[in-house]
């Protein structure tokens, strides 16, 4: 193809499998408070990630600056090619921003290539899910705004429903109150929340035990999947495979489902939901 598809790493796809799937990626980056030293998005294992959650330990995030698009567009432009950026949530980050001022200033350095930048309004791997079924379309032979218009008609489509484990991350990030936050602990409360159409977390309900919400997940599916055309299924963690089997597994045997991806929450997206949070990201017929 004539042109190059860029991801972030708020995609929660491995590096690994994105250079496999030929896509380039640029990776968010955090501090643990204290240490100083900043991280990539893939530098460091999941499960050492939320174990020093897991000990206390406070990961800070940083969305991808200004130069850092300039230069990973760039590279692609020198070499004659256009590109296309899909873009973690602009409800959720910066990137989106920093991305569409890069892409504004190369525009005029480079005006004979296209330069595309999408809002996935989608997180880890509801981002994931649209980015695979663009390189789908990419593999048939779209061009670079065939691709982008492609995203922008398809990302209201994707459901992002997911739970979490520990509700004081979301408290820290400050989805919900120190209150609730306590409250919620001590009943037992796990806080079933989507991604709505602006690309913002929402709480949806509130249940009570792991299990239960576990089960809750795969009943969104039931509601909201496009029956004539249910698609993929991905699944992503943090650091709780075993519960994302077992909501493939209720899928399988109640809807029929097999489940495409299972992956891990990196550390960009685990530092605002915790370790234990699992997410169901499918089609359906509204987000």
Known sequence: MSYTVIADSACDISGELLKKWNVKCIPLTFIFEGSGKVYSDYEISGAEFYQKMREGTVA???????????????EELIRGR??????????????YSSACTAASELRERHPERIIRVVDSLAASAGYGLLLRLALDERDKGASVDEIADFCENLRDSICHWFTVDNLMYLRRGGRISATAAIAGSVLGIKPVL??????????????RGRKAAIRA?????????????????????????QDARELAGILKTEYGAKTDLVTNIGPVIGAHSGPGTLALFFIGTHK
């Open 217 to 241: 997940l795969a009943q969104k599916y039931g509601e909201l999947c496009d029956k004539k055309h249910p698609g993929k299924i991905y699944i992503s963690h943090g650091d709780c495979e």
């Open 60 to 74: 800070r995030t940083s969305a991808i600056n200004v130069d850092a698009f300039l230069n990973s567009f760039e």
């Open 82 to 95: 256009d590109v296309f950026y899909l873009a973690f949530s602009s409800g959720l980050s910066s990137t």
């Open 194 to 207: 989507h991604v709505d159409d602006d690309g913002h977390l929402i709480n949806m309900s509130k249940i």
